[in-house]
């Protein structure tokens, strides 16, 4: 991203407001980047790369925003798919595109039965199947990320790292903070907690 991009705003005024929703809660930059890089992280556990495709079937919603915040930072091409089409139209782009997931609604009865027979209809594997609202047969949206921890910066915090296992067969990450004096030494000083613990960064933030 450029740095006006939303990922260098984010963290430069993390605890600046970003989204309201209907029901007036509230979501501040650091927060709407946090769920952001929970979801990019599942996505690639999940197999997705960059330039592979991602499909919504979104209302106007924060998870919508957040699906498009997450694609745009890794690389990811996201379909979005009008919510009011039919089975076979949702289908057709799923197939079409090439998908490599597929992000859904079903807080309208009609939706909810739009893409069940689209994934019907192609075979589109379950494994990819992710839901905001409980749909028979996708994972939900908070099942998905849970291995990931939602990492929050706030300006009262220096040094923020997600970290992972080494091992390529576990995600589960871990938030460790971290407070290091001298710019200088701070690499030297992350590779030595790492190295003794075999983890590895996928994501840091710096304030």
């Known amino acids: 991203m450029s740095e ?5 705003i984010a963290n430069s005024e993390p605890d600046q407001l970003a989204l309201v929703e209907p029901s007036e809660k509230t979501w501040t930059r650091g927060e709407l980047l946090a769920k952001a890089n929970q979801l990019t992280h599942a996505l690639r556990a999940l197999g997705v790369s960059k330039g592979d495709a991602v499909a919504t079937v979104l209302p ?10 997450a694609c745009a930072q890794a690389g990811f091409y996201m379909v979005p798919i009008n919510w009011h089409l039919a089975g076979p139209e949702i289908a057709y782009i799923l197939e079409d595109s090439g998908a490599k997931a597929f992000i859904a609604s079903g807080s309208v009865p009609a939706m909810e039965e739009a893409c069940l027979k689209a994934v019907s209809a192609i075979n589109f594997p379950t494994s990819g199947c992710v ?12 099942n998905f990320l849970a291995d990931f921890l939602p990492i929050y910066v706030s300006k009262s915090e220096k040094l923020l790292l997600i970290i992972q296992k080494a091992s390529i067969s576990n995600y589960r990450c871990h938030a460790i903070k971290y407070s290091c004096p001298k710019k200088l030494v701070l690499k030297s000083f992350l590779d030595t907690i790492l190295q003794s613990r075999s983890l590895c960064i996928v994501g840091r933030y710096e304030l």
Do not use: A, K
């Open 131 to 142: 839901s905001t609202t409980p749909i028979e047969g996708f994972t939900s949206l908070d």
């Open 60 to 69: 106007n919603s924060v998870d919508y925003y957040v699906s498009y915040l």
């Open 4 to 8: 006006l991009g939303f990922y260098r």
